[in-house]
Protein backbone atom coordinates (compact mmCIF):
# COMPACT_ATOMS: atom_id res chain seq x y z
CA UNK A 1 0.00 0.00 0.00
CA UNK A 2 1.41 3.51 -0.84
CA UNK A 3 -0.64 6.29 -0.36
CA UNK A 4 0.27 10.23 -0.82
CA UNK A 5 -1.41 13.57 0.77
CA UNK A 6 -0.32 16.87 0.24
CA UNK A 7 -1.68 20.81 1.93
CA UNK A 8 -1.33 23.86 1.10
CA UNK A 9 -1.58 26.43 4.40
CA UNK A 10 -1.02 30.14 5.19
CA UNK A 11 1.37 28.77 7.95
CA UNK A 12 5.18 28.88 8.08
CA UNK A 13 7.34 26.17 7.20
CA UNK A 14 8.41 26.31 10.56
CA UNK A 15 4.86 25.69 11.92
CA UNK A 16 3.54 23.31 9.98
CA UNK A 17 6.77 21.28 10.44
CA UNK A 18 6.02 21.32 13.96
CA UNK A 19 3.21 19.88 13.94
CA UNK A 20 4.61 16.48 11.47
CA UNK A 21 8.05 15.75 13.48
CA UNK A 22 6.72 14.70 16.75
CA UNK A 23 4.18 11.81 16.15
CA UNK A 24 2.80 12.73 19.36
CA UNK A 25 1.16 15.63 17.65
CA UNK A 26 -0.61 13.47 15.59
CA UNK A 27 -3.68 11.97 17.57
CA UNK A 28 -5.19 15.40 17.37
CA UNK A 29 -5.48 15.77 14.04
CA UNK A 30 -4.88 11.64 12.45
CA UNK A 31 -7.71 10.26 14.36
CA UNK A 32 -6.89 6.68 13.41
CA UNK A 33 -3.50 7.31 15.47
CA UNK A 34 -5.24 6.82 19.01
CA UNK A 35 -2.39 6.92 21.16
CA UNK A 36 1.37 7.75 20.82
CA UNK A 37 4.16 7.41 23.53
CA UNK A 38 7.61 8.11 23.54
CA UNK A 39 9.87 4.98 23.77
CA UNK A 40 13.81 6.03 24.21
CA UNK A 41 15.97 6.11 21.38
CA UNK A 42 17.10 4.31 18.66
CA UNK A 43 20.35 4.92 18.63
CA UNK A 44 20.48 8.81 18.26
CA UNK A 45 16.99 8.19 16.76
CA UNK A 46 13.85 9.46 18.85
CA UNK A 47 11.43 6.20 19.09
CA UNK A 48 7.49 6.17 19.23
CA UNK A 49 5.05 3.67 20.45
CA UNK A 50 1.68 4.24 18.43
CA UNK A 51 -1.16 3.08 18.68
CA UNK A 52 -3.98 2.80 14.97
CA UNK A 53 -7.31 2.09 15.86
CA UNK A 54 -9.72 2.08 13.01
CA UNK A 55 -13.37 1.00 11.90
CA UNK A 56 -14.88 0.42 9.04
CA UNK A 57 -18.63 -0.55 9.87
CA UNK A 58 -19.12 -3.46 12.19
CA UNK A 59 -15.47 -3.95 12.15
CA UNK A 60 -12.63 -2.43 14.24
CA UNK A 61 -8.81 -2.87 14.29
CA UNK A 62 -5.78 -2.01 15.77
CA UNK A 63 -2.16 -2.33 15.92
CA UNK A 64 0.72 -1.00 17.75
CA UNK A 65 3.92 -0.09 15.91
CA UNK A 66 7.38 1.27 17.43
CA UNK A 67 8.39 3.78 14.65
CA UNK A 68 11.67 5.34 14.81
CA UNK A 69 12.63 9.20 13.12
CA UNK A 70 14.99 8.16 11.11
CA UNK A 71 15.28 11.14 8.72
CA UNK A 72 15.19 14.79 10.20
CA UNK A 73 16.10 18.18 8.62
CA UNK A 74 14.18 21.08 10.66
CA UNK A 75 11.55 22.77 9.00
CA UNK A 76 11.75 20.49 5.89
CA UNK A 77 11.67 16.77 5.78
CA UNK A 78 11.03 13.84 8.37
CA UNK A 79 10.63 10.55 7.77
CA UNK A 80 9.57 7.54 10.29
CA UNK A 81 10.18 4.44 10.27
CA UNK A 82 9.00 0.82 11.83
CA UNK A 83 11.45 -0.83 14.06
CA UNK A 84 10.48 -3.43 16.36
CA UNK A 85 12.57 -4.36 19.28
CA UNK A 86 11.53 -8.14 19.29
CA UNK A 87 13.52 -9.52 16.88
CA UNK A 88 10.73 -10.46 14.42
CA UNK A 89 10.24 -9.65 10.84
CA UNK A 90 7.50 -7.45 10.64
CA UNK A 91 5.90 -5.51 7.64
CA UNK A 92 7.57 -2.39 6.95
CA UNK A 93 5.49 1.16 7.45
CA UNK A 94 7.67 4.09 6.23
CA UNK A 95 5.78 7.47 7.34
CA UNK A 96 7.80 10.38 5.42
CA UNK A 97 6.54 13.90 5.23
CA UNK A 98 8.15 17.66 3.13
CA UNK A 99 7.49 20.81 3.91
CA UNK A 100 8.32 23.12 1.43
CA UNK A 101 7.43 27.26 1.49
CA UNK A 102 5.33 28.71 -0.96
CA UNK A 103 4.94 32.89 -0.84
CA UNK A 104 4.91 33.57 2.81
CA UNK A 105 2.98 30.07 3.77
CA UNK A 106 3.98 26.50 3.16
CA UNK A 107 2.82 23.28 1.67
CA UNK A 108 3.15 19.42 2.92
CA UNK A 109 3.25 16.32 1.09
CA UNK A 110 3.38 13.11 3.26
CA UNK A 111 3.59 9.52 1.76
CA UNK A 112 2.58 6.26 3.98
CA UNK A 113 4.21 3.14 2.45
CA UNK A 114 3.64 -0.13 4.23
CA UNK A 115 4.17 -3.92 3.05
CA UNK A 116 2.55 -6.06 5.19
CA UNK A 117 -0.23 -7.98 3.68
CA UNK A 118 -2.58 -8.88 6.80
CA UNK A 119 -5.31 -6.34 6.44
CA UNK A 120 -3.96 -4.30 3.99
CA UNK A 121 -7.24 -4.00 2.13
CA UNK A 122 -9.19 -2.78 4.86
CA UNK A 123 -6.06 -0.77 5.84
CA UNK A 124 -6.03 1.31 2.70
CA UNK A 125 -9.59 2.36 2.89
CA UNK A 126 -9.68 3.41 6.49
CA UNK A 127 -6.91 5.23 5.58
CA UNK A 128 -7.58 6.71 2.34
CA UNK A 129 -11.02 7.88 4.16
CA UNK A 130 -8.52 9.30 7.28
CA UNK A 131 -6.40 11.06 5.11
CA UNK A 132 -9.17 13.09 3.34
CA UNK A 133 -10.67 14.22 6.74
CA UNK A 134 -7.69 14.79 8.56
CA UNK A 135 -6.34 17.65 6.02
CA UNK A 136 -8.74 20.40 7.06
CA UNK A 137 -7.82 19.48 11.11
CA UNK A 138 -4.29 19.97 10.42
CA UNK A 139 -4.80 23.33 8.64
CA UNK A 140 -6.88 24.62 10.82
CA UNK A 141 -4.46 23.72 14.10
CA UNK A 142 -1.40 25.19 12.53
CA UNK A 143 -2.91 28.16 11.11
CA UNK A 144 -3.97 28.90 14.86
CA UNK A 145 -0.57 28.08 16.21
Do not use: N
Amino acid sequence: MELTASLETAATPAVLFGWLEDLERYPQWLSIVSRVERAGSAGADPAWLVDLRGRLGPFARSKRLRMVRTVHEPDSRVVFERRESDGRDHGSWVLAADVTPIGTGSSMSMELRYSGGLWAPVLERLVTEEVQRSGPRLKQLVEAT
